[in-house]
Nanobody, 126 residues
Framework: QVQLVESGGGSGQAGGSLRLSCAASNRIGASSPMGWFRQAPGKDWKDREA??????????AYSESVKGRFTISRDSATRTLYLQMNSLKPEDTAMYYC?????????????????WGQGTQVTVSS
């Protein structure tokens, strides 16, 4: 049963912007801790990188590689998680996954998350 569905991926130019969305089913709490993770080309699934997370209280956390460029946000009314990506770089090219977990905190560690979407591809050209 699909509980998280990502959208908004695609191709962009370096320096450009993209916005990802993740629609969560009613089975996921409206304020559940959630996050965005990515798997770069040629990397193994276990090497996926945390991009940004948002805790139950709304506190956001970012990896150093995207801090200042990406913004995570959520609309609890529609159970939608967003990732606004600005100043894109070719190294941002990856499959981006949305994930959710039970609890309050939102660690920058993929093993803390138990519910995953199917992913959406982002490709940035120079």
């Amino acid at each position: 049963q699909v509980q998280l569905v990502e959208s908004g991926g695609g191709s962009g130019q370096a320096g450009g912007s993209l916005r990802l969305s993740c629609a969560a089913s009613n089975r996921i709490g409206a304020s559940s801790p959630m996050g965005w993770f990515r798997q770069a080309p040629g990397k193994d699934w276990k090497d996926r990188e945390a991009v940004a997370t948002i805790a139950r209280n709304g506190t956001a956390a970012y990896s150093e590689s995207v801090k200042g460029r990406f913004t995570i946000s959520r609309d609890s009314a529609t159970r939608t998680l967003y990732l606004q990506m600005n100043s894109l770089k070719p190294e941002d090219t990856a499959m981006y996954y949305c994930a959710a977990r039970i609890g309050d905190s939102a660690p920058l560690w993929y093993r803390a998350y138990t519910i995953w979407g199917q992913g959406t591809q982002v490709t940035v050209s120079s």
